[in-house]
């Protein structure tokens, strides 16, 4: 029988998670919110630091990865808990796209020197990562990317533009993808390249997003000298280690974890406000039907997300289960969002800086952020392109 009641070993690791973030992240909490506010979290500050140096000392960054890699090593049903009660405290967590996609990425594919070089310092959350696939002309078409990477003695040098590549201002290195051979057919003509963001002729600008955060930005390379060890995989081979990254990406975007917690906790405002007799919210007629249906779509997510897990705790790495997981997640994660500001009405609406906001204002941000939930990672359109080729077995259009 499927069970989903925690068993005494795991209320045992619930209540350690719980109160290794009550000892170590609560005292933290107010400095981190208020640090980083203006960069959507991504900023390194002193007291997200101190917070990040905990969590690699209790060897909680990578809790998904093997031991042999310095990972946690978690099972599936720890990982949701341990998932489950950082979504729930809202802890910030390590650099998803470092831990969640690019470490794994390394481990898969990294030779044996970029896994000694690059693993340790990710796992001291040393080391932020960003991913550069997007260019001004080329999203879904991934494969049209114009980067050029040429050979030169030893080493590669690359000249182009990358776009929408979160948090590059504050990354130590790069993922990035470069058209070595033009003549190719395009999809196989490409290198995955480890970018050094310090390296001289790698220039990123800022790009503010409509929740008022600097998240994303652009980044261009004129000259930008890359070593031949640098090269993730096989030369000209490179697309079909980006696509192993977009798989990883899928799994952990479609975790969801948290998303139950939110649900619950909009259930309880209006349960709240219904018994205060304040305002009648836990009665009326489509807000009880909405939070029913959030409710119920927060629990297949769940479902989708163990899907994933499971996979992954025995060592495959989820294809179109993975876009199943980020298209229904990112579609609910919108719905959600759309749902709080029917439970708070106006005051939703309230942004972080204004008095009485609910929840500090972060209902109003994910609202606005929850937009780009369906275009990052691939859009909605390419997720089910994905799932109808690759899952279901359809033939193109
Ligand atoms: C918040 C955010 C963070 C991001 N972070 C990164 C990052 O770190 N690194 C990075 O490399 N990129 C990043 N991106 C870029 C993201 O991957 C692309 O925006 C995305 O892949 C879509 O590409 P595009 O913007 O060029 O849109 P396009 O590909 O031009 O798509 C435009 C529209 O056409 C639709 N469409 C396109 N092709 C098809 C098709 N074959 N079938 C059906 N519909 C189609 C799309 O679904 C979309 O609605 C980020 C984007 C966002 C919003």
């Known amino acids: ?168 201002h504050v990354s130590d290195y790069m993922v990035m993808l470069a058209r070595t051979d033009p003549d190719a057919p ?59 990254t977009l798989d990883f990406e899928r799994s952990s975007i479609g975790s969801a974890v948290g998303m139950g917690k939110g649900v619950q906790t909009l259930i309880r405002h209006a349960q709240e406000s219904a018994e205060s007799g304040v305002s009648q919210l836990g009665h009326r007629a489509g807000l009880r039907i909405e939070l029913a249906d959030r409710y119920l779509e927060s629990q297949i997510a769940r479902m989708i997300s163990y899907r994933i897990v499971t996979m992954q705790a025995q060592g495959l790495i989820p294809n179109y289960e993975a876009s199943m997981g980020k298209l229904y997640a990112m579609e609910l994660n919108q719905r959600i969002a759309s749902t709080a500001m029917h439970v708070f009405g106006l005051h939703g609406q309230l942004w972080t800086d204004q008095e009485g906001a609910p929840r500090g204002g972060l209902y109003n941000y994910d609202y606005m952020r929850t937009v780009a939930n369906t275009i990052e990672g691939g859009t909605s359109e390419i997720q089910r392109n994905i799932i109808a080729g690759r899952g279901l077995g359809l033939p193109r259009s």
């Open 186 to 244: 395009k999809h196989k003509g490409i290198t995955y390249f480890i970018v050094d963001m310090h390296a001289p002729g790698v220039e990123v600008r800022p790009l503010v997003n409509m929740a008022k955060t600097h998240e994303f930005n652009e980044v261009y390379f004129e000259d930008v000298r890359v070593p031949s060890r640098n090269v993730l995989g096989e030369v000209n081979r490179g697309w079909y280690g980006a696509v192993t």
């Open 1 to 168: 029988m499927v069970q989903f009641a925690d068993s005494p070993q795991e209320a045992a690791f619930r209540d350690e998670v719980r109160a290794f973030i009550k000892e170590s992240y609560e005292p933290l909490r107010v400095a981190i919110r208020d640090e980083g506010k203006a960069s959507g979290g991504y900023a390194e500050t002193p007291s997200k630091r101190k917070w990040l140096s905990t969590l690699s000392d209790k060897g909680w960054i990578a809790p998904a990865w093997p031991v042999e890699y310095g990972g946690a090593g978690m099972g599936v049903m720890e990982q949701f808990i341990y998932n489950e009660e950082m979504a729930e405290s809202g802890a910030t967590r390590p650099s998803g796209i470092t831990v969640g996609f690019i470490g794994p990425t390394i481990i898969t594919l990294g030779t044996d020197a970029q896994k000694q070089e690059h693993l340790p310092p990710i796992l001291k959350a040393e080391t932020v990562w960003c991913q550069g696939y997007s260019e001004p002309g080329s999203g879904s078409d991934l494969a049209s990317l114009q980067t050029r990477g040429v050979k030169d003695g030893d080493d590669w040098v690359i000249n182009g533009q990358k776009i929408w590549t979160s948090g590059a």
